[in-house]
């Protein structure tokens, strides 16, 4: 059984750095094929995908966000983590880690997590 | 920044087939498949289509999914009142540097 879990800051000021864990069991990203990435949803709004890595450290960014995101691994300790410089109050939003395999679906999804930007 | 358009919402009586629309473009839709989320209030979306048509394990028959070109439809069957959700297809997109975009959700109504 897959499960992720999202972990960080509740609540960050804005220019801040963000920093999110996704702590993840059932699967190894040493396995050929296997990705993570990371979504996100603004309360009331759509969903906005972020970032993506695979086993083999291949990369891939949200254009429009692109030059504000880092994704990196830790295989040893099954986690995932995001970070995206110069926060914002729009990045608001709940952040949501998610299994995937090469050019698949995003599936299973952890619990989220809500990041508020505020002074 | 949604690429992919949907309907605002949809709605229909217990029973009732539901249709909704996801209209994208060659790089996305047109030369990737589409998967389709549904987001239940207050939880994370879960995985619903997956390769334009197909149901992961547990998700009744009553959901179906279709493409054309480069547009893309779920259909609901037998509307439930616990198919009250917001629903959002996604696909890969190949313009310049490969991506995932989402599209903008639409809110289903149980009447």
């Known amino acids: 059984q897959i499960t992720l879990k999202e972990s960080g800051p509740t609540l960050v000021k804005p220019t801040q750095t963000l920093t999110l864990t996704c702590t993840f069991s059932g699967f190894s990203l040493s396995t050929s094929g296997v990705g993570v990435g990371w979504i996100r949803q603004p309360p009331g709004k759509a969903l906005e995908w972020l970032a993506l890595i695979y086993w083999n450290d291949d990369k891939r960014y949200s254009p429009s966000l692109k030059s504000r995101l880092t994704i990196t691994k830790d295989t040893s300790k099954n986690q995932v983590v995001l970070t995206m410089t110069n926060m914002d109050p729009v990045d608001t939003a709940t952040y949501y880690c998610a299994h995937s395999r090469r050019v698949g679906p995003f599936d299973p999804w952890g619990q989220g997590t809500l990041v508020t930007v505020s002074s | 920044q949604s690429v992919l358009t949907q309907p605002p919402s949809a709605s229909g009586t217990p029973g009732q087939r539901v249709t909704i629309s996801c209209s994208g473009s060659s790089s996305n839709i047109g030369s990737n498949t589409v998967n389709w989320y549904q987001q239940l209030p207050g939880t994370a979306p879960k995985l619903l289509i997956y390769?334009?048509?197909q149901r992961p394990s547990g998700v009744p028959d009553r959901f179906s999914g279709s493409k054309s070109g480069t547009s893309a439809s779920l259909a609901i069957s037998g509307l439930q009142s616990e198919d009250e959700a917001d629903y959002y297809c996604a696909a890969w997109d190949d313009s310049l540097n490969v991506f995932y975009v989402f599209g903008t959700g639409t809110k289903v109504t149980v009447l």
């Open positions: 390769s334009n048509n």
